[in-house]
């Protein structure tokens, strides 16, 4: 219990002025700790329904799987939901699980190694130096990065098993590895390495007997499965829907440099000018946890603990380098192994941050400290093993010294937004969006998720690892929603998105001619809008729903072979329209000024029943802002279409992420030429074409 207590008030002041602020501040920012204080009180909300729901969380709508797009923290949830159900508090159930991890870390810490040094003293100095990891300042906004003693006591536990050779101590170290598990997805991953490695050393050690060992594992296994295959489902489900994989470039640039091990956060008072190239690269462990870790690897030859731990040590630092090895910036000239994991292990290519690895190197280096004082302690007398342990305990608390901590309020709403949700919550069940939206903005995007706890309906907007293709691209610069004399079309467009209610902050705007256009849109867009209330700055707009798109599902394309074309512009580049390859373009080259057009003329006069014009992600923003669609039928010009694209775009976007299609759907006709005018303007944006396809009426 002293250890308990010791370890709560080194929680208080280091995360300090937290305690302060439990029920409405949170450390570092408003991003992350918002994210995951939503995602808490989300799993808490679906605990009472046996978990149905989980998945499809109230951000990123439509999108199913949105909690899928980071970590759920179920492995934090099932113990901050009591709090979340007696207090309605979020941010407070946060901050407990906050200050909790560290009281956790340490005297999980503190168990495994004063099982392994036999020494109070040495397992304290351990513990602090874990508790108190300089990695901890890198990731003060990563609640379940820093939830991490159930490694310690699990392998623990593997110890006790050793030695005892009783079920329970095998039960309780699954446990550890599921709840480890279950608080990070990343750490599924990364804890089989000391827990198979102790485990290993622990049947050679101790002689147990495999088939004694297997018999007493495989239940374990199977109950581990039952829990992760639905959760592994989950995930796997989000990937397929989102076309979702990590690059490969995108590992290697999230893979740790050897430097990165001399390298720290700038918040730190001792080692913040180490230098750094971003929080997943600081990977300083702390002079205290480096100097006792030589000095136990003087006794690497007596000892079998040091070995084991050193072994953990030596293959987390060679896996955390990623698959191509590099030592400040030159590539070392070998394939890293974490290259041969890549190919053979399922779900490892979605990890990004395989820099993440230096906190099992730092978890080792925690277990060698100890065993390193305990030499120390060892060769001193008595009052100076007292000078030697205050001396040691003191050092590791200040190399991961940050203190004080920003703690932003979490959330504070004007007189006239805390009105606008409350009569958000009493409306009819249907999408949200609020604007303005940014990606640059993340912690108001983090904001808007939030307070869907509030009002009880899903958003467009959203914060989180992954960002879908249309809040994607309604958050981006090539956005409608930032298009002020076009702002009628952005409605329509998120209207074809299923969206019934936008929120406008008019506050939130940049400047007033911005907030000025939108009120003038909102005038002026009656026959979008079944209603509106307007609370101070902020508005609540209900919006008429947008009729579903006409299907051409009997349609048959027409063979580019049998369309001669022209353009207005470009016409050496039109042929990439009809390549087959949606990765090249035909684009205009200058912005669109209303005077474009490409005319399509067929082999014989053709029933055409819809345009697709195929786009890419990287070129959204090109789209027609005026689409005009005229045919030659006979001796006579008929206009078959004429009006915005941007409904059609986003459906489209729904459907194909990675190229949305445009489809344009036309009256019935005998077209002997087609001609698509673009009769919009532009400041910037060209109009591109990746894949131009013309469909025909069976």
Not at 200 to 212: G, I, K, N, Q, Y
Request: with cysteine; hydrophobic share 50%.
């Amino acid at each position: 219990m002293s250890i308990v207590l010791a370890f709560s008030g080194l929680a208080v002041m280091t995360t300090y002025p937290l305690v302060r602020h439990l029920g409405g501040g949170l450390p570092s920012d408003l991003g992350d700790p918002l994210l995951i204080a939503w995602t808490l009180a989300w799993d808490a909300s679906r605990m009472p329904h046996a978990l149905r729901g989980l998945w499809t969380a109230p951000n990123f709508f439509p999108y199913r799987h949105t909690l899928a797009f980071s970590d759920h923290l179920l492995g934090i949830a099932v113990f901050t939901a009591p709090i979340q159900w007696l207090t309605g508090n979020p941010i407070l159930a946060h901050n407990i699980a906050y200050l909790a991890s560290i009281v956790f870390a340490g005297t999980a810490m503190y168990v495994l190694t004063r099982a392994v040094t036999g020494r109070r003293d040495a397992a304290l100095v351990g513990a602090i130096v874990f508790a108190c990891l300089p990695f901890r300042a890198s990731h003060l906004a990563h609640l379940q990065w820093l939830t991490v003693g159930w490694m310690p006591l699990g392998l623990w536990a593997l110890h006790r098993y050793g030695v005892s050779r009783a079920w329970r101590h095998l039960a309780l170290a699954a446990m550890c590895f599921l709840f480890q598990g279950l608080t990070a997805g990343y750490l599924f991953y990364f804890a089989l390495l000391p827990f198979g490695i102790v485990a290993a050393r622990e049947c050679v050690r101790r002689h147990l007997p495999v088939m004694t060992v297997l018999r007493d594992a495989a239940p374990l296994i199977i109950g581990i499965a039952i829990v992760m295959i639905p959760i592994a489902r989950g995930y796997r489900a989000m990937q397929r829907e989102q076309q979702f994989h990590r690059a490969a470039e995108d590992i290697r640039n999230h893979s740790a440099d050897a430097a990165d091990y001399l390298r720290a956060a700038p918040r730190l008072h001792l080692w913040g000018r180490l230098g750094t190239t971003g929080g997943e690269h600081e990977l300083f462990p702390g002079v205290v946890a480096i100097v006792t870790s030589l000095v136990a690897l003087g006794g690497l030859r007596r000892s079998s603990d040091v070995k084991t731990y050193a072994a953990i040590a030596g293959f987390a630092f060679v896996l955390s380098l990623g698959p191509s090895p590099t030592a400040w910036g030159q590539s070392l000239g070998f394939p890293g192994p974490y290259g041969w994991l890549l190919k053979i292990v399922p779900g490892l290519d979605a990890l990004r941050a395989v820099a993440r690895l230096g906190l099992i190197v730092s978890l080792a280096l925690s277990v060698l400290a100890a065993l390193g004082a305990k030499r120390l302690f060892e060769w001193t007398g008595e009052r100076a093993r007292f000078v030697a342990v205050t001396l040691l305990v003191v050092l590791a608390i200040a190399d991961g010294w940050a203190a004080p901590i920003p703690t932003p309020q979490a959330l504070t709403l004007s007189e006239g937004e805390r009105d606008a949700y409350k009569y958000l919550r009493t409306t009819s069940a249907g999408a949200v969006l609020e604007v303005p939206t940014s990606t640059a903005e993340f912690e108001r995007e983090s904001r808007y998720q939030y307070l869907t706890l509030i009002h009880g309906h899903r958003v467009v907007n959203g914060l989180s690892g992954v960002v879908p293709p249309l809040a994607s691209f309604l958050s981006s610069a090539q956005s409608p929603l930032n298009e002020l004399t076009r702002l009628g079309d952005a409605l329509a467009a998120i209207r074809a998105a299923g969206v019934k209610y936008l929120v406008v902050h008019f506050e939130a705007f940049n400047d007033a001619p911005t907030a000025n256009a939108w009120q003038a849109a909102l005038a002026a867009e009656r026959g979008q809008i079944l209603a509106q209330r307007r609370f101070d700055t902020t508005s609540v707009v209900a919006l008429l729903p947008q009729p579903a798109p006409v299907s051409s599902s009997t349609a048959a394309p027409i063979p580019a072979s049998t369309i001669q074309t022209r353009s207005s512009h470009a016409p050496d580049r039109l042929a990439l329209a009809f390549d087959g390859d949606p990765d090249t373009r035909w684009l205009t080259g200058v912005p669109q000024g209303g005077s474009e057009w490409i005319e399509l003329q067929f082999d014989r006069p053709r029933d055409v029943a819809m345009v697709r014009i195929l786009m890419a992600t990287r070129s959204l923003g090109d789209y027609p802002r005026l689409l005009e669609v005229e045919a030659t039928i006979g001796q006579r010009s008929t206009v078959l279409f004429r009006g915005s694209v941007l409904p059609a775009l986003v459906n489209g976007l729904l459907e194909n992420g990675e190229y949305p299609p445009i489809d344009v759907t036309l009256p019935s006709n005998q077209s002997q030429t087609l001609r698509l005018r673009q009769l919009g303007t532009t400041n910037r944006r060209f109009w591109s074409i990746h894949e131009l396809e013309i469909f025909e009426r069976r």
